[in-house]
């Protein structure tokens, strides 16, 4: 198994793009979520899923859109990329309270 | 207003002796918990957890405390090794789809 995969590993982006981050899990787990770390700080929930066709904000949705089409993917998707994002990227799975995570996205706004 | 809280930001211990990390957080509502290790460039990974209605789990050089009543764990790590050098996060777990809110972190470096 590859468990949770992520791409792409790092991107640079100017103020105002917008991209997509991948995820993917093949461990059939029902729950996805998207976090996000800033230096010297702890994870922030983004996004969740609960399963296909169910997403939810966490804490720092502004500026994030999900979907969740089939079970094995979540992407992340930024609109008018800000400063204010760059940022570690974690996606994550669970098949109930423990969670297992991808290798993250370093993503810089310039 | 941070719901986990991890005061100390780092830790040293030399080899063999005990690591204590510590947490505390204050959401009644939070009825699991996890510590999760870090290194760098790469994602947390579990590490061991808690269910609200134990004061103690145990695992290998590992074991979590749990005090409801002082909303406070620890994480105690006997004997450390140089290869437990890592960021630790305290994590809690609420709401129907377990989403987790996170510490800070605890930088620990274990000395050789």
């Known amino acids: 198994n590859a468990g949770v995969t992520q791409t792409p590993k790092f991107r640079i982006l100017k103020i105002g793009q917008s991209m997509t981050l991948q995820c993917a899990q093949d461990m059939n787990h029902n729950y996805m979520y998207w976090y996000r770390q800033d230096p010297g700080m702890g994870l922030k929930l983004i996004y969740y899923?609960?399963?296909?066709?169910?997403?939810d904000k966490g804490e720092v949705p502004n500026g994030y859109n999900v979907s969740r089409s089939t079970t094995e993917d979540f992407p992340l998707r930024l609109e008018l990329a800000a400063p204010s994002q760059t940022s570690v990227y974690f996606c994550?799975?669970?098949?109930?309270?423990?969670?297992?995570f991808g290798p993250g996205t370093r993503l810089t706004v310039l | 207003d941070q719901q986990v809280k991890q005061n100390s930001p780092s830790l040293s211990v030399q080899e063999g002796r005990i690591s204590i990390l510590n947490c505390d957080y204050t959401n009644s509502m939070f009825d699991y918990f996890l510590w999760y290790k870090k290194y760098p460039a790469e994602g947390p990974t579990f590490l061991i957890s808690i269910s609200s209605i134990k004061d103690k789990n145990e695992d290998g050089r590992f074991t979590v405390f749990l005090n409801k009543s002082a909303k406070h764990l620890s994480l105690h790590i006997v004997p450390s090794q140089p290869g437990d050098s890592a960021v630790y996060f305290c994590?809690?777990?609420?709401?129907?789809?377990?989403?987790?809110?996170f510490g800070s972190g605890t930088q620990l470096t274990v000395l050789p």
């Open positions: 994590a809690a777990a609420s709401g129907s789809a377990r989403q987790l809110t």
């Open positions: 899923s609960v399963g296909a066709g169910i997403t």
């Open positions: 994550a799975s669970s098949p109930g309270v423990e969670q297992f």
